[in-house]
């Protein structure tokens, strides 16, 4: 106590030592220790108030009108009190650039952008999302023009095969499915209606289409249902598209089988001259085995298989199945007539008056019997020995059909009554008679016979 500036005794007045004591002693100590102190904390923290700063371009972030995020940048880069900031934050060295963190905005237009990507066109995007898809000439078709793609929407279900009975008027055609009991009624103006039930003509529509304009054309053809119409082929390679809002339009059917003409054994043997390649169907197959579709996947693809003879053409002879393609439905038996003559012969299917006119060069077409028991025929000059004119259905389409007569020259015997089996495909059609010959008729009107093998085994 007695190095204390007050006198004993404890009186309440001031030493005059005690104002020197602070002068000279305690007041330089404490402002250096505050002093001191604030070098510490400006050093530690960076605070920008006094001496030891940190230099301002590496504390202030670089800010610019382009950047969305600088605000955000400087403030993460603006310390915090009592917070060590030893090294720059990293946002400082990438604030003058746009930032790479994704954000909620482009992440959508990410998104967007991948899911803008649209098809070339609306027929590509249904056939695309069809279940069934069309083949062949409607395939082609239906790929190649849009507008019918658009109209008709998708198939309701595979072509098939279909007995057709085509009639030409002055104001357009009918085109009667005699198996359905329909009758489609095509105007030349575009529109069309259908009839069910009898073939006979409602008076509207004999009246629209005006009088006829040739005879009955019985025909195979083919038929494909759409959710807004349908497509009809017919043997004279014509495709009708008729639309579900009454409108229909005609098209050529230019497909062309890729099975027609083999296919090179070896990459030597593609180089074909221009007249090898118009000679392809004359041009004897190669030794080797050529390349095709196997016919048991094409036959195990198809829902109605073929039976006895005519699996056995169908499976075994090379690019039946694939060019008939599957079966509209089984084979049907029936009562048939049959001629020969000098080229070719004359066959009837009795159940639809359909006589088969087939040439010996393959050739072959499709008449409907319209004799009458009776009717008188035309004289046709005295035939050579041993040969005949034909009579009944067979004598008038002889006679009144443009080159049957030519093509197939005179009768070379008497009719003979046999059994028949047909059954429709949707390339073509197949053809039994009980003289145990198989034809084969393609839809592009050409054809092959080959002898009937099946063997019944319960026969024996």
Not at 358 to 369: A, F, L, R, V
Request: aromatic fraction near 8%; charge should be neutral.
């Amino acid at each position: 106590m007695n190095n204390l500036p007050f006198k004993s005794g404890g009186g309440s007045r001031r030493d005059p030592s005690w104002t020197s004591y602070l002068s000279g002693g305690l007041i330089p100590s404490i402002i250096t220790a505050v002093l001191a102190l604030i070098l510490v904390v400006t050093y530690a923290f960076g605070h920008p108030f006094g001496f030891g700063a940190r230099p301002a371009a590496t504390a202030t972030p670089i800010l610019t009108a382009a950047s969305p995020t600088s605000a955000a940048v400087a403030l993460a880069n603006t310390p915090t009190a009592g917070a060590p900031t030893a090294e720059p934050s990293p946002l400082v060295t990438t604030a003058a650039a746009p930032t790479q963190i994704p954000t909620a905005t482009s992440t959508m237009v990410a998104a967007a952008a991948s899911a803008t990507v649209a098809p070339s066109s609306p027929a590509a995007t249904s056939a695309a999302a069809c279940e069934v898809q069309p083949v062949r000439g409607f395939g082609l078709l239906y790929t190649t023009v849009p507008q019918v793609a658009t109209n008709l929407g998708c198939a309701a279900g595979p072509e098939a095969g279909i007995s057709l009975s085509v009639q030409a008027y002055a104001n357009g055609r009918t085109i009667v499915a005699p198996d359905q009991k329909v009758t489609y009624v095509l105007q030349s103006n575009g529109t069309w209606t259908k009839q069910t039930g009898s073939p006979a003509l409602s008076s509207a529509a004999a009246a629209a289409l005006g009088a006829p304009a040739g005879s009955v054309q019985n025909v195979g053809g083919a038929v494909e249902n759409f959710q807004h119409g349908l497509l009809l082929w017919t043997p004279d390679r014509v495709i009708y598209a008729l639309f579900a809002d009454g409108t229909w339009s005609q098209h050529d059917d230019t497909f062309v089988d890729a099975t027609a003409t083999p296919a090179p054994a070896s990459p030597t043997a593609q180089v074909a001259t221009a007249a090898t390649a118009a000679s392809a169907s004359a041009t004897p197959l190669p030794s080797g085995p050529t390349p095709a579709p196997s016919p048991a996947s094409v036959v195990a693809s198809c829902p109605v298989q073929p039976v006895r003879g005519f699996a056995l053409i169908y499976t075994n002879q090379t690019g039946v199945a694939t060019r008939l393609g599957c079966a509209s439905g089984h084979e049907i038996g029936f009562s048939a007539p049959l001629q020969t003559f000098e080229r070719g012969l004359m066959v009837e299917r009795l159940d639809t008056r359909q006589i088969f006119v087939i040439q010996s060069n393959g050739s072959w077409s499709i008449y409907g019997d319209s004799y009458s028991n009776g009717q008188v025929l035309s004289a046709v000059g005295t035939p050579p020995a041993n040969l005949s004119a034909p009579t009944g259905g067979f004598g008038l389409v002889w006679r009144q059909q443009s080159g049957v007569r030519q093509n197939l020259g005179w009768a070379t015997g008497p009719v003979q009554n046999l059994s028949g089996a047909w059954q429709g495909f949707a390339g073509g059609q197949m053809l039994w008679t009980s003289e145990k010959k198989i034809y084969v008729l393609y839809a592009d009107k050409t054809g092959a016979n080959y002898p009937d093998q099946f063997v019944d085994p319960s026969s024996g």
